[in-house]
């Protein structure tokens, strides 16, 4: 897992978001308890620390008030199709982001609940090109410099209008972090 982190760290990235880390709640083949995914998770998130990159967590929304103090932020997905987003309160609590996406639905119908939560949502479609993305912020506006969490949608608009049009202290922090994850990850696998 550490060269995994190097990796991620020598190309350019300064956060990791550990997918997947609820193998105990899976049927596994290892017998995993919860307390050993405490461990494990706790492991990664010092682990990532000590390469000087934040940490996000994924999943394991049963563990989430054990694992908060060890985790900078939280990403999800479909939370609310799901009808688990509650679940993500205690690092909206503690003061940390929570950032996440829905493939299903209508940024209208979502926004509202996740604005009032202080959550930072996206719309987006499953092939995860950028066409169609709506997020969730105060104007329909996509280069207002500031959001605060009341209940509207920024217009569509691609990922390539973002980075072209909107100037960097104009791109919401949602923006850049969902950007970011996903230049990342897109940066491991290459």
Not at 11 to 21: F, H, L, S, T, Y
Not at 24 to 45: C, E, M, R, V, W
Not at 167 to 176: C, D, E, R, V, Y
Request: net charge negative; proline share 3%; charged share 20%.
């Amino acid at each position: 897992m550490l060269s995994r982190a190097k990796t991620a760290k020598s190309k350019g990235c300064d956060a990791i978001e550990w997918d997947d880390v609820d193998a105990y709640a899976n049927d596994n083949g290892l017998g995993l308890k919860a307390s050993d995914q405490i461990t494990f998770n706790k492991f990664l998130a010092d682990m990532t620390h000590s390469l000087a990159m934040s940490v996000g967590l994924k999943n394991d929304l049963d563990q989430v008030v054990q694992l908060q103090p060890y985790f900078d932020w939280a990403l999800n997905e479909e939370c609310v199709a799901n009808n688990e987003c509650n679940l993500l309160l205690p690092f909206i609590k503690a003061g940390k982001a929570v950032f996440g996406t829905e493939y299903q639905g209508s940024a209208a119908a979502f926004c509202p609940t996740q604005n009032a939560l202080n959550m930072s949502w996206l719309y987006s479609d499953l092939d995860l090109n950028g066409n169609g993305v709506v997020q969730c912020c105060k104007s329909k506006n996509p280069k207002n410099s500031t959001c605060e969490w009341v209940s509207e949608t920024c217009a569509p608009a691609t990922a390539k209008e973002f980075s072209e049009e909107a100037p960097s202290s104009a791109i919401t922090s949602a923006s850049i972090s969902m950007v970011l994850i996903l230049a990342c990850i897109l940066a491991f696998f290459a």
